[in-house]
């Protein structure tokens, strides 16, 4: 691991060393998400109630200038300009080099259809079915480590060789038992349990931002 993106790390212990315990998960989990964003491929997450509020969460983190400003390459500038002389500055200056990523549980229209007319269980395994392909990962986030949608949801990312890091709390639920990688927060307690997550998710962002674009 990078100097750069190990201070990272060491900043997240710093200001929760009670998380220290999670070390090991975070670091596998950031390898995963790392190898899929350099073949450009797609981090998807998924998450109930409060934990699809992170799902999105994660994504606004990843395909935006998170702690840095990611400017476009001059090459990627460039076929801006070529291609429209009088607006390939303005467009360029205002674009922000993403990593690709796509929160499952904020597609409305779709997964409101999919609930009605199927099954509400697989809401989102039909979409991993549908977007995923083998090297991308799913980032699930279940406080009980039990919500039958996001666990269906890893069953079939593993039939299909996409990695699963699950975020969840102590106990670990089915979850510690699907995932490749099961994030356990110390805590019990739901809100507790999301209050751990968002510095870890933000990590794992920061992390992915500085491997990526330093």
Known sequence: MKGSVKKELDLLFLNYPELVICKNDIVAA???MLACSS???LIMTCGNGGSAADAGHIVGELMKGFKQKRPLTPEERETLKRTFPDKGDYL???LQRGIPALSLSDQVALTSAFINDV?????FAQQVFGYGKAGDVLVALSTSGNSPNVLNACRVAKAFHIKTVGMTGEAGGEMKEICDVTIRVPACETCRIQEYHLPVYHALCSMLETANYQ
């Open 30 to 32: 950031f390898k995963f």
């Open 39 to 41: 073949q450009k491929g």
């Open 92 to 94: 360029a200056a205002r």
């Open 119 to 123: 099954a509400p269980d697989m809401v």
